[in-house]
């Protein structure tokens, strides 16, 4: 697999006559603790990689030791990896307009980030939710609120720590009320949180994660390079 993955970077990289390195990466365990990814990583011979921070399917979520934060923090820079990503568990709606799933959302998000700050990770990934009928309106300013709260939170509970992280929104394939399906509702949610602070922004850039899958699901057309 080593052998297999450094290759396979090494003829894109001469096919395509650039000098950097295409990313290639898959989505990886944590299990055994959240460094053990990056070891994974350089098994396989890639250059980045997306993993979960913790439990994608629980709202109790165990604390991230400063002490397992440096040491992931270490083994990546050892490793020399290109790009890392944390998806969020999947439990979180940003756009529920049920007041009490909504501040546990805020809560576990805000939580997400802040693991993401300690790691030193590139960008954290998130789903935006679902209004249950509320309506797209009603779920773009809602998701807003929402992220601008966690990140608020995140950044009071970080006490002042640097980032370089970037929240970044991924689209859906329009199954069922599910928030982000069409590109332009992910761009009025990061324009809204660009808008904050009087233009300044809410302190943690926000992106948009494109899943190819999804938004080929959702009607989105590339199987020409015209497309």
Not at 9 to 27: A, F, M, N, Q, Y
Not at 68 to 87: C, G, N, S, W, Y
Not at 155 to 183: C, M, V
Not at 186 to 204: F, P, T
Request: net charge positive; with cysteine.
């Amino acid at each position: 697999w080593p052998r297999r993955g450094r290759s396979l970077i090494e003829r894109i990289t001469k096919k395509s006559g650039s000098d950097s390195e295409p990313l290639l990466g898959v989505h990886l365990s944590i299990a055994g603790g959240v460094s053990k990814a990056i070891e994974r990583a350089v098994e396989l011979g890639i250059n980045s990689f997306q993993c979960f921070g913790g439990n994608p399917r629980g709202w109790s979520q165990k604390s991230l030791l400063e002490d397992e934060a440096k040491e992931f923090r270490e083994a990546r820079k050892k490793a020399a990896l290109d790009t890392v990503v944390i998806h969020t568990s999947y439990l979180i709606n940003l756009s529920s307009p049920d007041e009490a799933l909504f501040k546990k959302s805020i809560k576990l998000f805000a939580l997400e980030i802040e693991r993401s700050m300690a790691l030193g990770v590139d960008f954290l990934v998130t789903h935006l939710g679902s209004p249950r009928g509320a309506g797209i309106d009603f779920a773009i300013s809602r998701a807003a609120e929402g992220v601008k709260a966690a990140i608020l939170l995140a950044l009071k509970n970080s006490k002042g720590r640097s980032t370089r992280l970037e929240i970044l929104f991924e689209n859906t394939a329009g199954s069922g009320t599910t928030t982000g399906s069409d590109l332009i509702d992910i761009g009025r949610i990061i324009d809204l949180l660009d808008a904050g602070n009087k233009g300044k922004g809410v302190g943690v850039k926000t992106g948009l994660c494109f899943d190819t899958c999804h938004g080929f699901a959702a009607g989105y057309a590339f199987k020409t390079p015209d497309e």
